[in-house]
C-alpha cells in the first residue's frame, strides 16, 4: 500500500514541479488560436478550458489505461515505475508538445507537424501510419466496450448487438459539430470515469486488499522479458502516440496557450493515476501475478477480469458505476480515433471539412473498415496497436525536439524520452511473435544500437554537431 500511495503522490508532484518546468521551456504566450482565428462551426470551436480537459482526458483514456495496465501488471509492482515516471517524463511531454505546436500551426494534424520538422518524407510515412493507428484504435476501442456492454445486458444484446450501436455512435461522433455531441455528453461520461476511478481505488482500501510493495524482480508467470514488453504492453497508461492524434483536436478548440499545462500535461497525469489504480488492482486483487494469469485465462482476458474486480469490490450497484466508467473510456477514444482519422486525411488532401458531404466522403470509408477489422480476433489487434502507438509517439517526440531545437528551447525534454521509446519500439520489434522473433542476445544490442543512431541523426540534423543547420519543410 505504501508503494502505491508514494507512487500517486509522485504523479501529482510531477505536475506540479516537472509540468511548470516544461511549460516554462515552451514559452505559451497570448497569440491568437486556432479557435479565434479558423473558427468554422465544426472543428475549429471555441470551448471551455475545463470541457477541453475532459474531452483530452476521455480521447487519450482508452482501453490502454486499463487493459494495458492489468497486463503489464503480469510483470509485478516494477510496473508502477514505467507508469510513473513514463507518464512524468515521457507521455505527458508528448502530449504537450503535440498539442501546443498543433497551435501554433493553425490545429495542423501530427503528420503535418512531423513533416514541417522531420522533411516530407517523414511527413508521408507519417500520414499512413497514424491513419492505419487511428482506424486501429478505432477498431480495438469498439470492440473491447462491445463486450463489456454484453456482460452487463441481457442475453439478447450480444456482443454484435452491441457492436452496431457503437459503430452508429462512432458515426454520429465522426461527423457532428464537435460541440453537439462530443462536447455535450463527455462530461457525463467524464463523471463516470472518475466515480470508477476513485471506486476501484477506494474498494481495495476499504476492503483490505493487501497491496504488494515495489520489486525490481519479474514476476510474470511465464517469465517474459521486462524489458521491453511491459513497456509496449501498458500502451497509453504511461506514453501513446495516439495522444499525439487526439491533441491537435483539441488544439482547435482552446482560446489561450496558457491552458496547455493543465489541458495536455495534466489529461496525462490523470490518465496516469487511472493506469497505476488498475495496475495496483491487477498485482494485488488475486494474490500474486500467477492468480492474476489465471484469473485472465478463466475470464477471457481483461475485460472479464475488470468485471470480476468491478464487482467483487464495489458489490452490484457500485460494479455497475465502475464498468460504465470503464466502458466510457474506450468509447470515448474509439469515436475521437475516427474523428482524428477524418481530419488527417482531410489536412492530407487539402479536403475542406464544414460541408458535411465532404465529412462523410471521409468518414463512410474509415468506418467501413474498422467495421470489417472487428472480425479479427482482439488480441492480435491489439498487439498490432501497441506496437504501432508507441513507434507514433516516438516520431512525435523527435518532431517535438526538433521543434525546440529551431525555438532555440531545452530540447532534451523531447530527446533523452525520444531516444528510450527508439530503443523499446526496435527491440519490441524484433523480439515480438508478431515482428520478426530474434532472441534477446540479437534484440537488446540493435535496439539499443538503433536508439543510438536515432540521437546521433538527430543531434547532425539540428546542428547540434557536424556543423548542420536545422531544416524545416
Not at 509540468?19 to 515552451?26: I, L, P, R, T
Not at 505527458?92 to 500551426?105: E, N, P
Not at 511527413?123 to 501510419?129: L, S
Request: hydrophobic content about 55%; proline content about 5%.
Amino acid at each position: 500500500m505504501i508503494t502505491f500511495f508514494i507512487a500517486l503522490v509522485i504523479l501529482i508532484v510531477g505536475f506540479m514541479t516537472y509540468g511548470a518546468f516544461v511549460d516554462k521551456v515552451f514559452k505559451p504566450d497570448n497569440r491568437p488560436t486556432p479557435a479565434t482565428e479558423l473558427a468554422d462551426g465544426v472543428d475549429f470551436v471555441e470551448l471551455k478550458p475545463w470541457r477541453i480537459f475532459l474531452i483530452q482526458l476521455l480521447n487519450i483514456a482508452g482501453l490502454g489505461p486499463i487493459f494495458g495496465a492489468i497486463a503489464g501488471a503480469l510483470w509485478g509492482p516494477v510496473v508502477f515505475l514505467w507508469i510513473v515516471f513514463g507518464t512524468i517524463f515521457a507521455g505527458a511531454v508528448h502530449d504537450f508538445l503535440s498539442g501546443m505546436i498543433s497551435i501554433r500551426h493553425k490545429g495542423a494534424s501530427i503528420s503535418e507537424i512531423v513533416g514541417i520538422y522531420l522533411g516530407p518524407q517523414m511527413k508521408t510515412v507519417m500520414r499512413i501510419f497514424s491513419v492505419v493507428l487511428l482506424v486501429l484504435v478505432g477498431t480495438v476501442f469498439m470492440t473491447g466496450p462491445a463486450g463489456l456492454l454484453a456482460r452487463l445486458t441481457p442475453d439478447f444484446m450480444t456482443r454484435n448487438f452491441w457492436l452496431v450501436i457503437v459503430l452508429i455512435y462512432y458515426f454520429l461522433a465522426t461527423i457532428l459539430p464537435i460541440d453537439q455531441l462530443i462536447g455535450k455528453i463527455y462530461p457525463v461520461f467524464g463523471a463516470a470515469l472518475i466515480i470508477m476511478a476513485v471506486g476501484i481505488a477506494g474498494g481495495m482500501l476499504f476492503r483490505g486488499v493487501p497491496m504488494m510493495e515495489l520489486t525490481l524482480a519479474n514476476l510474470h508467470p511465464k517469465e517474459l522479458p521486462i524489458w521491453p514488453l511491459m513497456f509496449i504492453t501498458v500502451a497509453c497508461g504511461a506514453i501513446s502516440g495516439f495522444h499525439a492524434t487526439q491533441s491537435p483536436m483539441m488544439a482547435r478548440c482552446m482560446t489561450s496557450e496558457k491552458d496547455g499545462r493543465k489541458i495536455f500535461y495534466g489529461a496525462m497525469v490523470a490518465e496516469g493515476v487511472i493506469a497505476l489504480i488498475w495496475a495496483a488492482a491487477g498485482v494485488s486483487f488475486y494474490g500474486s501475478t500467477g492468480g492474476l494469469a489465471t484469473a485472465l485465462a478463466e475470464y477471457g482476458g481483461q475485460a472479464g477480469v475488470v468485471y470480476d474486480i468491478a464487482f467483487k469490490l464495489l458489490g452490484p450497484v457500485g460494479g455497475v458505476l465502475a464498468m460504465v466508467g470503464v466502458i466510457a473510456c474506450p468509447i470515448t477514444s474509439g469515436d475521437t480515433a475516427f474523428r482524428s482519422a477524418r481530419l488527417t486525411l482531410a489536412d492530407w488532401f487539402k479536403f475542406e471539412q464544414k460541408s458535411i458531404a465532404k465529412r462523410l466522403t471521409l468518414a463512410l470509408p474509415l468506418l467501413g473498415v474498422g467495421a470489417l477489422l472487428t472480425l479479427i480476433d482482439f488480441n492480435i489487434v491489439w498487439r498490432y496497436f501497441s506496437w504501432s502507438n508507441q513507434t507514433l509517439a516516438m516520431i512525435a517526440l523527435w518532431a517535438g525536439a526538433m521543434y525546440l531545437v529551431k525555438e532555440k528551447s531545452n530540447h532534451w525534454i523531447a530527446t533523452v524520452p525520444a531516444t528510450f521509446m527508439s530503443a523499446v519500439s526496435m527491440t519490441y520489434i524484433l523480439q515480438a511473435p508478431e515482428g520478426f522473433q530474434l532472441s534477446t542476445a540479437i534484440s537488446y544490442p540493435v535496439g539499443l544500437a538503433f536508439a543510438a543512431g536515432c540521437l546521433l541523426l538527430f543531434l547532425f540534423k539540428a546542428g547540434i554537431i557536424g556543423g548542420a543547420k536545422v531544416e524545416t519543410a
